[in-house]
């Protein structure tokens, strides 16, 4: 999938240029399938089957000269899972001289659940309460997501990434899913709703930036709390004057601090040299205010937060592969195998050998 971003676009004009690409697409084993076009957000989504992204350069650059401003690898079954469709729609316009003409935007509404890791919960409760409890979790999801016309793209045991074109049905989707979790304290469930497009940023997942925003939401709310961004705010702002009750929201200011926080983390927790006097350097911060801000939006402070987000990944490591105790530590950025298992087991409630033995 490419991204390109014209001012002033208009749905006539991609219409001529996606013929003359279906015109050239043979002479570069190339296959054009659809596209997706936001006059509003002069963005542009082409889906072309290639075998290599200078193909589809070379493509575009022959057909009318438009370059793609990015360009990334993505299956046709995700973006469907997305998007709703991969090929053009069936009731796009033909116009008297051949054109499909559409305006269908690729601009979603993401909402991301979260519950905590199954395993852990069998420890605590037990496999038959564990099971119960996330079977009931599982079957009001998916009640509201029908409902609401959302698409289910992932669930993969600790939660649900859910695709909307409507922000006001993703919002209230969720507002219906947070009244009907009754036993959401005894499984952590949370929810953050974020919105963008397809390509956007650093991230060359498709929606990566918009999902991964989402999960940090969640990870700074509490038991059965839904975030929402601010500009999601801003897209239901019609249709709940009365504003969103139990529902967190953001400033923009404190939207750009998150995403600093967490793509901070992100490069360094497995550095075991990155402590609190690191962050203040790589975030441009001083210490007094990086301790404000992150008990602010997290709860925690920011010694807390790294070891955290550290523990997270560890136990993440732990499910991919059986490492022992000791390139665990050391490979999530802990010093002492003795203190990470004495923290791993305050966080969860279980040994980390113990862990590793059910996961594998």
């Known amino acids: 999938m490419d991204v390109h971003i014209v001012p002033g676009v208009k749905a006539n004009d991609v219409a001529a240029a996606h013929y003359k690409d279906l015109v050239h697409a043979p002479a570069f084993s190339c296959k054009c399938m659809t596209y997706w076009i936001d006059e509003d957000r002069e963005s542009i989504f082409c889906l072309i089957e290639a075998p290599n992204k200078d193909a ?46 559409f305006k269908d935007p690729s601009f979603r509404v993401l909402m991301v659940t979260a519950v905590d890791d199954a395993l852990i919960l069998e420890n605590n409760l037990g496999k038959e309460k564990t099971n119960e409890l996330l079977d009931q979790h599982n079957a009001i999801i998916r009640k509201n997501i029908s409902r609401f016309e959302g698409r289910e793209v992932e669930h993969e045991g600790n939660g649900f990434i859910v695709s909307f074109a409507s922000a006001s049905k993703a919002v209230s989707c969720a507002l219906h899913i947070q009244k009907e979790m009754t036993e959401a304290d005894l499984i952590g469930f949370k929810v953050g709703i974020n919105s963008g497009e397809p390509i956007q940023g650093t991230n060359n997942k498709l929606f990566g930036d918009t999902i991964q925003f989402a999960k940090n939401l969640c990870a700074i709310a509490k038991n059965n709390q839904v975030t929402i961004t601010s500009q999601v705010k801003n897209l239901v702002a019609k249709d709940f004057q009365k504003g969103i009750a139990g529902f967190i929201n953001l400033s923009p200011q404190d939207e750009e601090f998150l995403k600093l926080l967490f793509d901070t983390l992100g490069k360094n927790w497995h550095n075991a040299d990155f402590d609190v006097d690191e962050y203040c350097k790589a975030m441009a911060t001083s210490r007094s205010q990086l301790y404000r801000k ?43 195998p003795s203190y990470f298992t004495k923290c791993f087991r305050k966080k969860y409630g279980i040994l980390p050998m113990n862990y590793i033995d059910m996961v594998h």
Do not use: C, W
Request: no cysteine; aromatic share 6%; proline share 3%.
């Open 56 to 101: 589809v350069v070379d493509m575009h650059s022959k057909a009318h000269g438009l370059v793609p401003n990015k360009i990334i690898e993505v299956s046709s079954k995700v973006v469907e899972s997305f998007l709703g469709r991969i090929f053009d729609p069936e009731e796009a316009e033909v116009t008297q001289d051949g054109l499909k003409v």
């Open 294 to 336: 992150t008990i602010t939006l997290t709860g925690l402070s920011p010694n807390i937060l790294l070891k955290e987000y550290r523990l997270e990944a560890a136990k993440e490591m732990m499910r991919k592969q059986r490492y022992n105790i000791s390139q665990i530590t050391f490979n999530s950025g802990f010093t002492s």
